[in-house]
């Protein structure tokens, strides 16, 4: 016998210990002088006969390790019991019919759920634990998981098996930060099957969705629903894209955009071939734009027409909200020093031509840029008209920016505004319709965000009584799901963990190479090391 610390189980002891190549062969046997018969539970110390077992176990440095165990066989005494021979069990080492040690297997299971079947047969090879993917699989399917305390608050939303056609459902206990489960589809009744299953429910967070709401409603009528504030936020910031398309076309032809004198001009101009290429450009994107409005009107849906044409699903959106053909930006970008170009013409024409001291005067009138914007626009100015006297100062261009920066502004916090988009925001916030729009946005957002829910009546009001009809809309949603909005702004509770754990999942998914069925799926978000 020898002295082996590395088999550290019950009733086995090690006779000897081999090297070959990168293997090390352990042989041990038992020493149980009696067997417990699985049948009839009798014990017997009668020994029919001896056997070897072949066992893969866990690696010794660079070495993988097999075990030969000697284990007996017994007789049964009973002579009712229909077992004649039984083997005795060790069940540190032994698991009937299997070719590994349990901990071998436990530290298999562990790999597999946080690598996948590829990756972790990968792994398991390098640490010397050679072994297949599917068989990785098969002991991720094999062990059961853990047993939890039933959740009490939990959040729910869908998540795309392939994006735009098939989905399932995620649960997760937010006071745990653990997913609960995955369910098959994100039906109503699916859930409200789920919920039923779980009568120790109180809160559950969800975003808008109606199926979800309905599905709460027949399952678990005694938990309260709570909207999720970042939907809210997200369903706000879709009004306002909403809005302005709809506006800034009109507020756009009220303006001087690109028109004024004092609007950049390109240095050279533009080739003969380059005009060409974008008048075909153009006439290419109004087929385009012709072709999508007259499939949405014969009642194609987004996704649809986008799979016909072959173009992304985003743009045709765009081109069915969009009332004219939206024309791609020109190449005046807006400045900050906008707003302050009629004094500095002013100021040239009083015979003041020094840059810096141009820009001191600018700056004590709120200018808040640097003094080499300003430099630039005089060495401009005098290259443009060498000084010459000019009768009336040129007004400013009044540049509204694209829609994405206007959503921007309007809906963000105006501390994360840097000076930039601060001047920006004074130019939009100039015009009255977007004035108005800005105070309804801010007051909304910094609801939401402080969670006033003694303020939500009187936006639902104002928004009622405002001239934009898609806001009009949103606060009559709002007041459908009056409820659980109103519960968002009183409870804590919210999305962003589940949030999170979709996240998680799709990281999942493309680890597994999208091989990742339900179960599989299901198994490895509901790993806890």
């Not at 005046?332 to 500095?344: A, G, M, N, T």
């Not at 024409?349 to 020094?354: M, R």
């Amino acid at each position: 016998m020898v002295d082996f610390p590395y088999l550290a189980a019950p009733n086995c002891q090690v006779d000897g210990v081999e090297q070959d190549a990168n293997v090390l062969w352990v042989t041990a046997h038992s020493t149980t002088k009696q067997g417990r018969c699985p049948v009839c539970a009798g014990n017997s110390s009668s020994i029919h006969s001896y056997h070897v077992r072949i066992l893969k176990d866990l690696p010794v440095g660079e070495s993988s390790v097999t075990l030969k165990l000697r284990t007996k066989r017994f007789r049964c005494r009973n002579p009712d019991c229909p077992q004649a021979t039984f083997v005795e069990t060790i069940p540190a080492v032994l698991v009937k019919h299997a070719r590994r040690t349990p901990r071998l297997t436990t530290a298999l299971w562990h790999i597999g759920q946080v690598t996948g079947g590829q990756g972790g047969s990968r792994l398991a090879h390098r640490l010397r634990m050679p072994v297949s993917r599917a068989t990785v699989l098969r002991i991720l399917r094999q062990k059961p998981t853990c047993e939890r305390e039933p959740p009490i608050i939990i959040g729910i939303d869908d998540w795309a098996k392939r994006k735009g056609q098939r989905y399932g459902t995620i649960v997760v206990d937010l006071e745990n930060h653990q997913v609960v489960d995955l369910l098959d589809d994100r039906e109503s009744e699916t859930l409200a099957r789920w919920l039923r299953q779980h009568p120790a429910l109180q809160v559950v967070a969800r975003d808008r969705s109606m199926q979800y709401a309905q599905g709460i409603s027949d399952g678990a009528p005694q938990a309260i629903q709570v909207a999720d504030r970042w939907h809210l936020l997200k369903n706000l910031s879709e009004v306002v894209e909403r809005v302005l398309q709809e506006m800034l076309p009109r507020l756009k032809q009220r303006t001087t955009l690109h028109q004024s004198s004092s609007a950049p001009r390109d240095k050279f101009p533009r080739a003969k071939s380059d005009q060409a290429r974008q008048a075909a450009s153009r006439a290419q994107r109004l087929r385009e734009y012709t072709l999508i409005q007259y499939l949405h009107r014969r009642g194609y849906g987004d996704r649809r027409i986008a799979r016909v044409l072959g173009m992304s699903p985003g743009t045709v959106s765009r081109y069915i909200d969009a009332e004219t053909f939206p024309e791609r930006k020109g190449h005046y970008v807006p400045s900050i020093l906008d707003s302050y170009l009629p004094y500095l013409e002013q100021r040239v024409q009083e015979g003041c031509t020094n840059a810096e001291q141009l820009w001191r005067e600018i700056r004590e009138r709120g200018y808040p840029g640097g003094s080499s914007q300003v430099t630039k626009w005089m060495q401009n100015r005098r290259k443009e008209s060498h000084l010459l006297p000019v009768q009336t100062p040129p007004a400013a261009p009044v540049s509204l920016p694209d829609i994405r920066t206007c959503i921007h502004l309007i809906t963000a916090s105006p501390a994360r505004l840097s000076a930039e988009e601060v001047a920006l925001l004074d130019m939009l916030r100039s015009v009255d319709p977007l004035c108005a729009l800005y105070e309804l946005v801010q007051g909304f957002t910094a609801m939401v965000r402080q969670r006033q829910a003694q303020a939500l009546d009187a936006w639902l009001a104002t928004c009622n009584q405002t001239e934009f009809s898609s806001l009009k809309h949103f606060a009559a949603s709002l007041q459908q799901d009056y409820a659980a909005v109103r519960t968002a702004l009183d409870l804590p509770w919210s999305n962003g963990q589940t949030e999170g754990q979709v996240n998680r999942l799709k990281l999942l998914k493309r680890q597994m190479y999208g091989r990742a069925n339900l179960d599989l799926l299901r198994l490895r978000m509901l790993y806890s090391p």
